[in-house]
């Protein structure tokens, strides 16, 4: 990686071989259409990039005697989490326009102060934006495109589970698939290990959204009575 922090999820384009999956950019393909239209459904976690600043953390600034260095926090941390993601950047005005908009009321060189403003930033560059942009183009030809924010904060986070034994000092909020949690069974050393009343309830209705979409390629469709709290799910259309 350019950047040195260990991201990097980007798709191949094949160029031999006798069967090929990707032979030309995705972002051609959903722009100009050119791929199987089945129903969709997008989403993101309001925290997603808990996930990206603990590793941040723990991988890099660390190892590096970075997380006191007050003066590449404040100067040199946005650039390099730009350059990670292969974002050119000569002028430099990128990355004060993104302090500026995600760190403005945070004090630059302190970590702990700068870390909600580095979780949003994070939260756009590495799964945010990306998302929503694919939803735009897909959503341009497919009808059954749908986008969902998931925003509960129960008390175990994946995001402990990535990091056991060295847990960053970055809160997890709702972090990168923390979803899955109401969606498959896990084991946590919480009590109870697994979900109280209230995340059970949170797991039936998460339950019921995505196996709806499976069975009738839409989360809520007509007919089909919802449990209390699910509201409804329209389509994705960029004009409204």
């Known amino acids: 990686m350019n950047g040195g ?12 071989g006798a069967q090929r999956i ?4 995705p972002r051609q393909l959903f722009s100009s259409g050119n791929f199987t239209i089945v129903p969709t459904m997008f989403g ?17 600034l660390e190892p590096n005697n ?4 007050e003066t590449f926090l404040a100067n040199d941390l946005v ?6 993601l292969f974002i050119e950047d000569e002028s430099g005005e990128l990355a004060a326009q993104l302090t500026e908009k995600h760190l403005g009321d ?3 060189g302190n970590f702990t102060s700068m870390t909600p403003g580095l979780t949003d930033l994070s939260s756009v560059l590495f799964i945010k934006e990306g998302t929503y ?15 969902y924010s998931f925003e509960y904060e129960g008390r175990n986070s994946l995001c402990n589970a990535f990091f056991i034994g060295n847990q960053p000092p970055v809160p997890h909020g709702v972090c990168h698939s ?3 949690i109401y969606l498959f069974v896990y084991r946590f050393t919480s009590i109870p290990p697994s979900l109280n009343a209230i995340e059970t309830e949170v797991s039936r209705k998460m339950l019921q959204i995505w196996t709806n979409f499976v069975k009738y390629g839409d989360p809520t469709p007509d007919g089909v009575a919802l449990l209390d709290g699910i509201p409804k799910f329209a389509p994705y259309n960029a004009a409204e």
Request: proline fraction near 5%.
């Open 5 to 16: 922090l260990g991201f990097s999820f980007l798709p191949v384009i094949q160029v031999a």
């Open 22 to 25: 990707i032979e030309s950019d």
């Open 44 to 60: 993101a976690n309001q925290q997603e990039g808990s996930l990206t600043v603990a590793g941040l953390y723990d991988y890099y």
């Open 66 to 69: 970075l997380t006191e260095n």
């Open 79 to 84: 650039p390099l989490i730009l350059k990670s």
């Open 106 to 108: 945070a004090e630059l």
């Open 133 to 147: 942009e694919n939803l735009q183009l897909i959503s341009q030809h497919n009808p059954s495109a749908f986008f």
């Open 178 to 180: 923390d979803e899955l």
